[in-house]
């Protein structure tokens, strides 16, 4: 069964100034030092958008994410006003800052990778010797990127993103501390949900000398989740963990001997795939939120969309 998926944004909209397109958000300067964030339905995996679009991928990074910047708001500010359609967030424009804020509770993922091949620091934290995969850190470990606009994020250190200049020292030590903040809290909200967050990104930016958290928080494309029943026994038995997160795709490709380099082709992404990953996602979505998934009507995706955001700011 075929479902509309929204791939790409064209539109002309009150006020709007200039339009980037990103991985799989669609963001629409506008007057007043606002934005709209359209969560398409791209996805993306090793650094590369893929040919299929994947049903209510957007509904649920969108909806996830206006549901955590909620429930964080007393932490850090964030940039968050209104989200007017399931798929859109209008918010404050900040002036983002050039790295994203990586923290990790467990060893898994692309630190695992790295581990098994002898690195033993990441972003200039030493790892212990004797590590297993999907080992919980004494303590979460921060592991900042640079934010590329275009190919893959780089590891950094807190002193080369300091001595570079790219965050001051003052600004950069607040950035830790709502990083920090904010994983114990999404850490929190998931431990009610029955669920483990294993790592995650978070973005800030500013506006008018104030920090803000920007984006998208604790959704799949974002976070790795941990079911928390069985956790242990399967840790012990050395056996993968159950995971909600995009890590799914990642391995689905790999297997197909796709990795995102250089003359690989991207496998072939059938309808059928296409909606066994929106299950997933909306899998997610029921057990982080806590609430039944509603769809949002597909039909005429981009009109439904131009609509809601052109009547809410015409109200403004």
Not at 71 to 93: E, F, L, Q, R, S
Not at 120 to 137: K, T, V, Y
Request: with cysteine; net charge negative; aromatic share 10%.
């Amino acid at each position: 069964m075929k479902i509309e998926t929204l791939l790409r944004t064209d539109y002309n909209l009150p006020g709007q100034q200039s339009v980037y397109h990103g991985k799989v958000r669609d963001v629409y300067f506008l007057e007043g030092d606002l934005v709209a964030m359209i969560a398409t339905d791209r996805i993306s995996a090793f650094d590369v958008i893929l040919p299929a679009g994947i049903p209510y991928k957007g509904q649920v990074l969108n909806q996830i994410a206006a549901k955590q910047l909620d429930a964080t708001a007393d932490i850090v500010p964030n940039w968050k006003i209104a989200t007017p359609d399931p798929m859109v967030t209008i918010g404050h424009k900040c002036e983002p800052f050039k790295v994203e804020m990586v923290i990790r509770g467990y060893i898994t993922g692309s630190a695992w990778r790295a581990y098994q091949e002898g690195a033993r620091s990441i972003c200039g934290i030493p790892l212990a010797e004797g590590l297993r995969e999907n080992q919980r850190f004494e303590h979460p470990i921060i592991t900042p990127t640079t934010k590329a606009d275009e190919g893959h994020d780089e590891n950094i250190s807190r002193e080369e993103i300091i001595s570079s200049g790219l965050v001051s020292e003052e600004d950069y030590t607040l950035l830790e501390q709502y990083t920090q903040d904010l994983f114990a809290r999404g850490s929190k909200i998931a431990e009610e949900m029955g669920l483990i967050l294993v790592d995650t990104k978070y973005e800030f930016g500013k506006k008018d000398g104030k920090i803000y958290l920007i984006d998208e928080i604790h959704t799949p494309d974002s976070s790795r989740y941990f079911y928390a029943e069985g956790f242990e026994e399967r840790f012990a038995k050395g056996e993968p963990q159950r995971q909600l997160s995009k890590e799914f795709v990642r391995k689905w490709l790999t297997e197909q001997g796709f990795m995102g380099k250089e003359g690989q082709k991207v496998p072939e992404m059938t309808d059928e795939y296409c909606l066994s990953v929106a299950e997933r996602y909306i899998e997610l979505y029921e057990h982080v939120t806590g609430e039944k998934f509603v769809h949002a009507e597909q039909d005429h995706l981009a009109q439904r969309i131009e609509k809601n955001i052109t009547d809410f700011l015409k109200k403004k």
